[in-house]
């Protein structure tokens, strides 16, 4: 079994496009720039053994494309699960279209740790 070694948090939004995907994206990119750490490299480990779990909350799940999430990570296994969460913030401006704030939580591990 894999043992879960870091976790980071991200939030990030699509302003005006209602682009759930996009939001979930720019989440995860926010949660990598948090850290720094070379993880796999700590533990002898190539950075392609690294299994990577991505949940994202956001209010319209059905609308997040997982694949695209997952390509935002350049190495390692990914799994990409979203559930109900995040906001939908209304603007006063926008014809009652919201804006859209994606959470994500990113677990990384490795087995045999």
């Known amino acids: 079994m894999a043992k879960r070694l870091l976790t980071e948090f991200g939030m990030g939004t699509s302003l005006r496009r209602q682009d759930y995907t996009q939001a979930a994206c720019r989440a995860v990119e926010n949660a990598l720039w ?3 750490i070379n993880l ?3 533990f002898g480990r190539d950075k392609t053994d690294m ?5 994202v909350g ?3 799940p059905d609308r997040v494309d997982t694949d695209a999430v997952a390509l935002v990570f350049p190495y390692g296994t990914v799994t990409v699960t979203v559930t109900k969460g995040g906001l939908d913030v209304p603007r006063p401006d926008g014809d009652g279209l919201p804006t859209v704030m994606a959470n994500v939580a990113i677990s990384v591990a490795l087995e045999g740790i």
């Open 58 to 60: 956001v209010q319209q």
């Open 51 to 55: 299994r990577i779990t991505v949940d």
């Open 40 to 42: 796999a490299e700590l």
């Open 34 to 36: 948090h850290n720094s």
